[in-house]
Every structure is written in structure tokens, then in C-alpha cells.
T-cell receptor
Framework: QKEVEQDPGPLSVPEGAIVSLNCTYS??????FMWYRQYSRKGPELLMY????GNKEDGRFTAQVDKSSKYISLFIRDSQPSDSATYLC??????????????FGKGTKLTVNP | KAGVTQTPRYLIKTRGQQVTLSCSPI?????VSWYQQTPGQGLQFLFE???????NKGNFPGRFSGRQFSNSRSEMNVSTLELGDSALYLC????????????????FGPGTRLTVL
């Protein structure tokens, strides 16, 4: 079982829809939970991060973490064509050497149709 | 402030050759991490350099190596290329890097698309 599982999609929704993107994980040691957005031919950019169970809002985006179920979600309200991208979840863990590394999901490709 | 730059953007090599990729981090950033991105495996961590020292390493064979210079610029080398090395190689820089505490935002470059024939 991979440490982080993410449905690759693709996911296609009409403009204005609410989008739900999800990841599950197996490593209880993960500390921070992040969502990155990657446009075609670009590198990923950080959208949001959180470290505790619950919800965190930032504009149209809401990140949700449920540590008991090892499940994280990203909700996008009032989705726009400009939200069309690949969304990657990422989680950080402290290595044996005491430093931190990121583990990424494979990404979900989202298309928002006008 | 200029973002992370990577050169070259595209590269075609044949099996058995070696390749060197370059990354210039954002000014003031001391940590540089390298990732390999493929459709099958997603984004996988290769290694991280901080102040010219490799601080973290992923699960890749020794054919993959890197280094960091005193100006924080970093290079990644892959020797004896295999077909499976075809991927997008991404570099990310951050101020302090992956060293605990609050997550230190990583800023990614556009990547180098490597094709091995």
C-alpha cells in the first residue's frame, strides 16, 4: 500500500460546481497536509496547508483533514475554468535523520467547463 | 523577485548517456529539493540540499546524484540513463528547507522534461 493514495481522475465539472478532491494516507506520522495546484507545463504551487483535524478556509478553497480516518479533502466552491489544473495532495513526515520530507499523491486532473 | 529557474527545459538523450540538469533557486533560499514526476508514479522525492550538503535522500539508485554550490544553485546528474528515467524533473527551493517546525513553503520551477530514447 502506498503511503498516499489519490484518485487520478480525470474529473470534469461545469463552471460553478463544487469540487471535492480527496486523498487517503497510511502513515500516522504525517504532520502537515498540503494541497498543490499544477497547471500544464508548470511546476506545482502551494495552495493551502493544515496540520490539525478540521477545516481551513481560504477564499473559495477549503481544506479538510480527518486524522482518525486518515483522509484529507480539498473543496473548491464556485469552480472556475481557471481552476482547471492537476491538484496534488502532499504530506510531510520527519525522517529518521530528524529532517522533514514531503510525500505527494499522484494528483487529480480537474477540468472546469465554461 | 525572480522565481526558480531550471535549465534546460527540454532534453533528449539516449540510453547509456548521462545528463546534468541545473536549478537556480529564488534569491535568499538556501534549500533546494529535486523531484521526479511521471504519470505512473507521480511526484517522487529525489534529494534535498541545504548549505551545500545533502540533507535528505529519497529511494532512488546511486545513478542519481546532485550537488549544491555556495550560491545555492544546484545541479542534478543522472548517469547511465535508462528508458524509465524519462520524466519531468522538478526543482523546488525554500528558505530553510525541510527541517521541521512549520512547513517551509517550497517554490517549484517549471521543470526539465527529459526524454530517454
Amino acid at each position: 500500500q502506498k503511503e498516499v493514495e489519490q484518485d487520478p481522475g480525470p474529473l470534469s465539472v461545469p463552471e460553478g460546481a463544487i469540487v471535492s478532491l480527496n486523498c487517503t494516507y497510511s502513515n500516522s506520522a504525517f504532520q502537515y497536509f498540503m494541497w498543490y495546484r499544477q497547471y500544464s507545463r508548470k511546476g506545482p504551487e502551494l495552495l493551502m496547508y493544515t496540520y490539525s483535524s478540521g477545516n481551513k478556509e481560504d477564499g473559495r478553497f477549503t481544506a479538510q483533514v480527518d486524522k482518525s480516518s486518515k483522509y484529507i479533502s480539498l473543496f473548491i466552491r464556485d469552480s472556475q475554468p481557471s481552476d482547471s489544473a492537476t491538484y496534488l495532495c502532499a504530506m510531510s513526515v520527519i525522517t529518521q535523520g530528524g529532517s522533514e520530507k514531503l510525500v505527494f499523491g499522484k494528483g487529480t486532473k480537474l477540468t472546469v467547463n465554461p | 523577485k525572480a522565481g526558480v529557474t531550471q535549465t534546460p527545459r527540454y532534453l533528449i538523450k539516449t540510453r547509456g548517456q548521462q545528463v546534468t540538469l541545473s536549478c537556480s533557486p529564488i534569491s535568499g533560499h538556501r534549500s533546494v529539493s529535486w523531484y521526479q514526476q511521471t504519470p505512473g508514479q507521480g511526484l517522487q522525492f529525489l534529494f534535498e540540499y541545504f548549505s551545500e550538503t545533502q540533507r535528505n535522500k529519497g529511494n532512488f539508485p546511486g545513478r542519481f546524484s546532485g550537488r549544491q554550490f555556495s550560491n545555492s544553485r544546484s545541479e542534478m546528474n543522472v548517469s547511465t540513463l535508462e528508458l524509465g528515467d524519462s520524466a519531468l524533473y522538478l526543482c523546488a527551493s525554500s528558505l530553510e528547507g525541510l527541517a521541521g517546525g512549520l512547513p517551509d513553503t517550497q517554490y517549484f520551477g517549471p521543470g526539465t522534461r527529459l526524454t530517454v530514447l
